[in-house]
């Protein structure tokens, strides 16, 4: 997932998600305004490490992408749930409720953002189901 | 409001119809609404036509030719809600005392884009990014079957329904039966689901002549009422939400059956949104047939089969019938209609008093669905014969 450079934190590296102080609430990426008050978003990193809430691996997609591609929800500790891509060559590897941290490469003029399971191959049961 | 009722019902069959303008469905279907109502196109105050990529005036493009004009022709798009909305437009309209007799039209021919998934507004962060509708039910499905353990299975017995149904249902897309094994050997759209578990899409068109109760004995058809008309639009979230419950139908059903003073259990037939299979099991349980985790239990039990005490899609619903997206709304109508008038053939569910339609749909980062249309139907006093 492209990710543009202004929608990172120079210093932490992080993802910048909107966040209403006033509401609690936050958001990524940024809408313009709180969608609960209408009062105005600060920009604050958001955390690097959720969890997988769900998944799916697409095999066929709209015209001009690499097939097949693995996208998902994660919900990170502070209640903010993104739309992500996930690294997977093979979904049976994944489970809902994974953590999975965020890994940023450069790309052009911003980023190239994707989640990867915290574990480095396929889990056992016992951590799957924990 | 004073009563409403639906006096005139009709539609093409639903599939490839290459060579036939959007127009010329629309057309189609709203003459033969206007036959079985027996009404003269000088009784039509107004139309209201449900369409999303046919481009403008699809409505007057419709019934430009059957003479309707120098009347409100009012084109409505909200995604596969869109007829299911223009339903309700025309029960504002003739409900409040504006408008006596209206025309509701649905029309679609999505053969014209091509074929694979729909187009979404590009603009919108998930979809520039590569989310589609079938991803988006894949997730639903996936978090289900994790949060209940149940399997693809589970999923594939929906579709195995779905054909069954529509096999006896002549305006049906899809009219063979098929096989758990064949659905989930059908090949992988996003992964959990699978080819024969995505609606295909099609074209056709359906409509119906809707009047106040008290003018009903003009027409020479059955009046079936209107007793609920239910739309919503999403609830933007930007945390968690459950995407096993599909909060948008949720509140439409709980809304619609508080207008229409009954619950679930007095539904006899309802129509609803199965785009994909995992849509049926959520909406079992969004609608109240279910409790939360027993959907693929209530599938299983024969519960919404013919002879099931509430049959759900006798039509074959949009994975057999199709899914010519504003079109599905009113041909949910169009075989409920039927249904209650007793006149559905040989799927034909036995004394259906009370009938349920449920379009839901549009794909839009941070809400469930755009659009949510419930309305509850009722038989017509005295049944007419078989036709």
Redesign the interface.
């Known amino acids: 997932m492209h990710i543009p450079s202004e929608h990172v934190d120079s210093d932490s590296g992080r993802l910048l998600g909107g966040h209403c102080e006033h509401c609690q609430l936050s958001a990524y990426p940024a809408p313009p305004r709180c969608p609960s008050c209408l009062g105005p978003l600060a920009a604050r990193p958001l955390a690097a490490e959720g969890k997988l809430y769900s998944y799916a691996m697409i095999h066929a997609g709209p015209r001009g992408r690499r097939l097949p591609y693995t996208v998902g929800y994660v919900d990170l500790p502070d209640g903010t749930r993104l739309f992500a891509h996930v690294a997977a060559d093979d979904d049976t590897h994944l489970r809902t409720d994974m953590p999975v941290r965020l890994s940023l490469h450069p790309d052009g003029s911003g980023y190239r953002a994707i989640w990867t399971p915290s574990w480095p191959s396929a889990p056992n049961k016992e951590v799957a189901d924990a | 409001m004073r009563d409403v009722v639906i006096v005139g019902a009709d539609m093409t069959p639903f599939g490839k119809h290459l060579d036939r303008s959007v127009g010329a469905l629309g057309a189609e279907a709203v003459l033969g609404a206007l036959k079985d109502a027996g009404a003269e196109r000088s009784q039509i105050d107004a139309v209201y036509s449900g369409n999303v990529t046919g481009g403008m005036l699809v409505g007057q493009r419709a019934v430009r030719d059957l003479g309707l004009g120098g009347i409100p022709v009012v084109n409505i798009e909200n995604a596969c809600s869109s007829s299911a909305a223009a339903l309700r437009e025309a029960y504002v309209a003739v409900g409040s005392g504006l408008h006596n007799t209206v025309v509701v039209l649905g029309v679609e021919k999505l053969t014209a884009l091509g074929g ?2 729909l ?1 979404l507004d590009d603009a919108d ?2 979809v520039a ?4 509708m ?2 988006i039910y ?3 499905a ?2 289900y079957l ?2 209940y353990g149940l399997s693809p299975t589970d999923l594939a017995a929906v579709a195995v329904k779905a054909r069954r149904h529509g096999a006896r249902n002549p305006y049906a897309y899809l009219r063979t039966e098929t096989t758990v094994d064949d659905v989930l050997a059908s ?7 699978t080819l024969f578990q995505c609606c295909p899409s099609g074209d056709g068109a359906a409509a119906l002549v809707v009047t106040a109760a008290e003018r009903a004995p003009t027409f020479e058809a059955p009046a079936v009422r209107i007793r609920a008309s239910v739309l919503h639009s999403g609830e ?1 979230r ?4 459950d ?1 096993t419950s599909p909060d948008i139908t949720v509140h439409s059903a709980q809304e619609a059956y508080e207008q229409a003073g009954i619950g679930p259990d007095d539904i006899d037939v309802i129509e609803l949104h199965d785009a994909f299979t995992i849509a049926e099991l959520l909406y079992y349980e969004a609608l109240g047939l279910a409790e939360r985790g027993r959907a693929a239990a209530l599938l299983h039990s024969g519960a919404t089969t013919f002879g099931g005490s509430t049959v759900v899609n006798p039509s074959g619903g949009l994975l057999a019938k199709g899914h010519p997206i504003g079109a599905t709304g009113a041909a949910q109508a169009v075989e409920i209609v039927w249904q209650l008038r007793d006149q559905a053939e040989q799927r034909q569910v036995d004394g259906a008093r009370l009938g349920l339609i449920h379009a839901t749909g549009g794909g839009l ?1 941070g809400v469930d669905h755009g659009a949510c249309a419930v309305h509850i139907l009722e038989a017509p006093r005295k049944q007419v014969a078989r036709g």
């Open positions: 694979g998934p187009p962060h998930e990014n590569g989310q589609m079938p991803a894949a997730m639903r996936r978090r994790s949060e090949r992988p759209i996003a992964t959990p689901l933007f930007t945390g968690f939400r995407m980062s």
